[in-house]
Every structure is written in structure tokens, then in C-alpha cells.
């Protein structure tokens, strides 16, 4: 069972676009949702995270945009730049257990310039 | 500030072979620290997680075993090796945030 959907698959977007990049998860208990990215060749990095007191969280060009109500949860690269392509991961885990944490199935960025 | 150290880099190994993939965070004391695996192109699966020394959750069964010697080491193992362990090794640390380290990348042929 998936825990963690995300769509699409792949994106391709012009620069100075906004990227909109989304997922949505099953487990009701799950309260911190972290994105990631991923250049070839490297590790993940943490890019931005929500522990939703809000339904909101900026970074720069980055937000997180979270809907309780329809457990969805999504990622909006603002002003897009094609040193953003890269492969973008969600994730979720839950208060009773944040040491386990599910991951979505990855998104391709690509921006071109 | 925390450092984490994988080792080795890269490694080819013959199917049926044993593994020993190693981990080290420096900078910070009694560290969660988790082992996660990603296939070529594929998402991030975690595969096990310490919170203290001599202490390891399994998270998924992929014939890998996970030992916690020392508070700033974890160690991911097996005595042999499938094709289906081909893939790029991760482990990773929890501040406030999940950190991941710069990985081995295992290939077995």
C-alpha cells in the first residue's frame, strides 16, 4: 500500500514559470511533510517542510501549500530557473513515529529555458 | 554543525557475496539515524532506523541487516548478496529536519 501519492510523473515547464507539483496521503495521523530534492548523481536534500499549524509554509521561490481536509499537499516553485530540474520526492510520516518516514514515488522537474 | 560520512563511495560485488556499508555522523550526540535505498530512477525506501546504541528498527525486509556499535556509527550488512540489492544507499540523520548523507552506490553483478 502506498503511502504517499504524487503526480505528476514528470513536468516540464517554461522558465519564469511556476512549477506546481502535488501529493496526497491515506494515513490521517500523518502531521509532517517534508519535500526533497535530488540532482543526478547526488544525495537528496531537504528543500522545505510543513508541520501543519498552518496550511502554508514560504522558503524564497518555494511553498507548501497543505489541505487537511483532502489530505493533499503540494509544491509551487515560483519564478522557475532551469537549475531546478532536478527530481522532487514528497514525503510524510507521522507523530507517533517520525523515525519512519514514507516517501512519494518522485517528480522529474524540467525547466527549460 | 553535523557531518555525515558513508563509506565506501561505490562498490561492485559478485551475487552471493558478502556487504558491509558503513555510516558515520559527527557533530551530533546520541543521533537517530536511518538506512534508506533507492533503486536506479526509483523513490527512497527506508530500511531501517536507531534511535540508540545497539538498537535497530527494521522498517522493511529486503534480506539487510543493521547493526548500531556506536553512538555516531550505523551499519548496514548482509552476507549475501541479490541482483535486487543493486541501487544507490543512503543513510541519514534527524535534527530538527531528516539529513541525508552523499550515499554508496552498489552495483551487483
Known amino acids: 500500500q502506498q503511502q504517499v501519492r504524487q503526480s505528476p510523473q514528470s513536468l516540464t515547464v517554461w522558465e519564469g514559470e511556476t512549477a506546481i507539483l502535488n501529493c496526497s496521503y491515506e494515513d490521517s495521523t500523518f502531521d509532517y511533510f517534508p519535500w526533497y530534492h535530488q540532482f543526478p548523481g547526488e544525495s537528496p536534500a531537504l528543500l522545505i517542510a510543513i508541520r501543519p499549524v498552518s496550511n502554508k509554509k514560504e522558503d524564497g521561490r518555494f511553498t507548501i501549500f497543505f489541505n487537511k481536509r483532502e489530505k493533499k499537499f503540494s509544491l509551487h516553485i515560483a519564478d522557475s530557473q532551469p537549475g531546478d530540474s532536478a527530481t522532487y520526492f514528497c514525503a510524510a510520516s507521522a507523530q507517533s513515529n517520525y523515525n519512519v518516514l514514507y516517501f512519494g514515488s518522485g517528480t522529474k522537474l524540467t525547466v527549460e529555458p | 554543525a553535523q557531518t555525515i560520512h558513508q563509506w565506501p563511495v561505490a562498490e561492485i560485488k559478485a551475487v552471493g557475496s558478502p556487504l558491509s556499508l558503513g555510516c558515520t555522523i559527527k557533530g551530533k550526540s546520541s543521533p537517530n539515524l536511518y538506512w534508506y535505498w533507492q533503486a536506479t530512477g526509483g523513490t527512497l525506501q527506508q530500511l531501517f532506523y536507531?534511535?540508540?546504541?545497539?538498537?535497530v528498527e527494521s522498517v522493511v525486509q529486503l534480506n539487510l541487516s543493521a547493526s548500531r556499535p556506536k553512538d555516531d556509527q550505523f551499519i548496514l550488512s548482509t552476507e549475501k548478496l541479490l541482483l535486487s540489492h543493486s541501487g544507490f544507499y543512503l543513510c541519514a540523520y534527524r535534527g530538527r529536519e531528516q539529513y541525508f548523507g552523499p550515499g554508496t552506490r552498489l552495483t551487483v553483478l
Open positions: 536507531s534511535i540508540t546504541v545497539g538498537q
